[in-house]
């Protein structure tokens, strides 16, 4: 096992060549938002669930599969490139990528993503910088290497700051009255998030 250090210089090298190409840093972010993404399981409110005949089975399945094309349309607008062309370059850097999914199904319309969507483009710079994280994060096989390696690249504060403020926006777009109180359909936090 390579030690912490060699880990650090690694990662640093992967990180300057993959932001100095485009393409290479399209489909690191797409891979990087499709893992985000998929790890998040879109926690939703069961009344949701209940209230669009959703069972729970179904919703982690349709969210974990649509990650893929939610990544892929967020990518493809923030960057303006083929997706198809940037997955040729990384797979011939020999650096791992996701292939593009598509948006479609009843999912989409209960998570308002066409009203999302918007949202999400208008912080391009985020959405590349959350999937250079998850990116470097998935090549990294404990916390410390993660820490070590990409800690000191990226701005983490001010990363989360800007996370938070998209979170709140996201909210306050996909509120329903549960109960005696106004609740977000999923804890957005949990989907928008660093992989700590």
Not at 102 to 128: C, D, H, Q, T, Y
Request: aromatic share 10%; proline share 5%.
């Amino acid at each position: 096992m390579k030690d912490s250090m060699h880990i650090s210089i690694d990662l640093r090298r992967l990180f300057k060549k993959i932001q100095e190409n485009q393409d290479l840093l399209a489909a690191a972010c797409h891979k990087g938002l499709t893992r985000m993404f998929q790890t998040s399981y879109f926690p939703v409110l069961p009344r949701v669930l209940v209230n669009n005949g959703v069972s729970p089975m179904e919703w982690f399945r349709e969210t974990f599969e649509l990650s893929r094309g939610f990544s892929t349309q967020l990518v493809g607008y923030c960057f303006k490139t083929d997706l198809h062309v940037a997955n040729e370059k990384m797979k011939k850097e020999g650096l791992p990528y996701e292939e593009s999914g598509k948006v479609s199904g009843r999912i989409p319309k209960i998570l308002k993503w066409s009203e999302l969507f918007p949202i999400l483009v208008s912080e391009s710079s985020l959405l590349k910088d959350l999937g250079l994280i998850w990116y470097l994060d998935s090549l990294c096989d404990e916390e410390t290497e993660w820490v070590m390696g990409i800690g000191d690249l990226v701005n983490l504060p001010n990363v989360i700051e800007r996370v938070r403020k998209l979170v709140c926006k996201l909210e306050e777009k996909t509120m329903i009255r549960e109960g005696e109180e106004e609740q977000p359909i999923v804890r957005w936090g949990d989907v928008f998030r660093l992989p700590l």
